[in-house]
């Protein structure tokens, strides 16, 4: 609560934010650095939460493992071209077709797909999203090509881009 009133300095209030990783010896570990390693996981937790305190416990390590894995196999994914869009017809009001959404699928090699809902986060926090996004964006200009060629100039074609993709230059 403390840090929730602002600090004056020069007169412009400043609002601190806290997280807090806590680790008990000797349930959390016995020496120095695996109570670190401990705290650090803990605080990992209570950062994405933003203004909180995490007591450590086993699970976060396995979450912490799990997102390092799928960080490892989202670059590599991106590396080996295992991304695609799949185009999804988009109707006027009147059932005339007016365009289409490119939606990113993930289909790793040999592997069953991986939906957006396990990835997408993922690649926001590690800056992968931007990698992505270059995905998309080429395949929905090379569908409107095609569809210019094919005698269809008036069609639409979309993706969904995150914003860190607008700061990208």
């Known amino acids: 609560q403390s840090f929730r009133t602002p ?3 020069d007169g412009n209030p400043l609002y601190l934010g806290v ?3 806590i680790a008990e010896h000797p349930r959390d570990g016995t020496s120095v650095d695996e109570l670190l390693r401990a705290a650090d996981t803990a605080l990992f937790e209570a950062k994405r939460d933003r203004n909180a305190y ?3 416990n086993p699970g976060m ?6 997102r390092l894995s799928l960080v490892e196999r989202l670059h590599q994914g991106i590396e080996r071209g295992e991304f695609r869009l799949d185009f999804q017809q988009q109707r006027g009001r009147d059932g005339r077709l007016v365009g289409c959404e490119g939606l990113l699928r993930w289909l790793p ?4 797909m991986v939906l957006p809902g396990e990835f997408i986060r993922i690649a926001e926090e590690t800056g992968l999203i931007i990698s992505l996004g270059r995905i998309a964006i080429a395949g929905a200009c090379r569908l409107r090509r095609a569809l ?3 005698g269809w ?3 639409a074609v979309s993706v969904n881009l995150s914003v860190r993709q607008f700061r990208d230059p």
């Open 153 to 155: 100039p008036g069609l």
């Open 148 to 150: 210019r060629e094919r």
């Open 109 to 112: 090699g040999g592997g069953e």
């Open 54 to 56: 995490r007591f450590f």
């Open 61 to 66: 390590q396995t979450r912490a493992f799990s």
């Open 7 to 9: 600090i004056v300095l």
């Open 19 to 21: 997280s807090i990783g």
